[in-house]
């Protein structure tokens, strides 16, 4: 892939960034010239993702953090500055599954996954925007879902991503006169290890799966991490600097 340098002299944070969509993200900034933060449960988690941007050149850091907490989100950015100088752009990609039917659904699985999908974007995104305010400038994207709009067996993790959106539009509204770009990224079926929990859940082969996605699927393919990283990475790009509160769908068409 031919890419640009949108990036240079930008530090970026990713939260869930030792993984799948997250590592893709941070794989994406860092190759154009982002200095990246990689923050996941672990620094050890991050190694990998790490390992993969300086061999290719770049500049980045494994971070520990439960980002659903607000002394380690405190922790997390106080050492990220403490170590690039500041922050400009943060991605707010951590994020869990515990599905089931409401009858099933015990508060526990509520709980963890309003809790790491949406209560860790507000904690990130207040923490961080003391730095973006006081310099003028930020880019917040965050992780929605095609499952916002409802799916059966995700009543929390729907209700998280649909409260993505709503963080996403109003932080849109109280940022933006501060030089902040604040948007959301709804991707639909994308082939992670995220995804493949959800076949073996539903008792399927996650090959099986992908292939019955792509089926549905307009565009007649599942989507890959690198889908949604280039997306993000055009949103936290100064050559979207008029889009924000938006979420945008990246789902090959499958809107429903
Ligand atoms: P993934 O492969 O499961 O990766 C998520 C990463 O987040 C993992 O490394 C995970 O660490 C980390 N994480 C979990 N809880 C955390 C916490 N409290 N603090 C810090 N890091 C934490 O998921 P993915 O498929 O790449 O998804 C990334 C994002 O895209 C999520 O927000 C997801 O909801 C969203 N999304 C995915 C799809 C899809 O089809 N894959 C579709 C729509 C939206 P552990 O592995 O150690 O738990």
């Given at each position: 892939m031919n890419v640009s340098k949108r990036f240079e002299g930008k530090v970026a944070i990713v939260t869930g960034g030792a993984q799948g969509i997250g590592a893709a993200i941070s794989q994406r900034l860092a190759a154009e010239g982002a200095a990246v933060a990689?923050?996941?449960?672990?620094?050890e988690r991050g190694g990998e993702t790490v390992a993969a941007i300086v061999k290719d050149g770049g500049r980045a850091v494994a971070y520990g953090a439960d980002v659903s907490k607000t002394e380690d989100v405190q922790s997390l950015v106080a050492a990220v500055v403490a170590e690039f100088?500041?922050?400009?752009i943060l991605v707010n990609n951590a994020g869990i599954t515990r599905d089931n039917l409401l009858f099933k659904m015990t508060d526990e699985d509520w709980d963890s996954v309003i809790n790491v999908n949406l209560r860790s974007a507000f904690l990130m995104s207040r923490e961080c925007q003391k730095h973006f305010v006081a310099q003028k400038y930020g880019k917040i994207v965050s992780l929605s879902s095609r499952s916002a709009l409802g799916n059966r067996g995700q009543a929390n993790y729907a209700a998280s991503k649909a409260g993505v959106m709503g963080l996403t539009a109003t932080l849109s509204i109280e940022l933006g006169p501060f030089g902040v770009n604040v948007n959301a990224v709804a991707p639909g079926y994308i082939a992670t290890a995220m995804t493949d929990a959800t076949a073996r859940r539903i008792g399927l082969d996650p090959e099986e799966l992908k292939k019955a996605a792509a089926g549905e699927t307009p565009v007649r393919r599942v989507g890959y991490p690198e889908d949604i990283a280039a997306t993000v990475a055009f949103l936290a790009?100064?050559?979207?600097?008029?889009?924000?509160g938006q979420t945008i769908q990246v789902n090959g068409g499958a809107n429903r």
């Open positions: 990689v923050a996941d449960l672990t620094a100088g500041k922050i400009d790009a100064d050559e979207s600097s008029f889009i924000s």
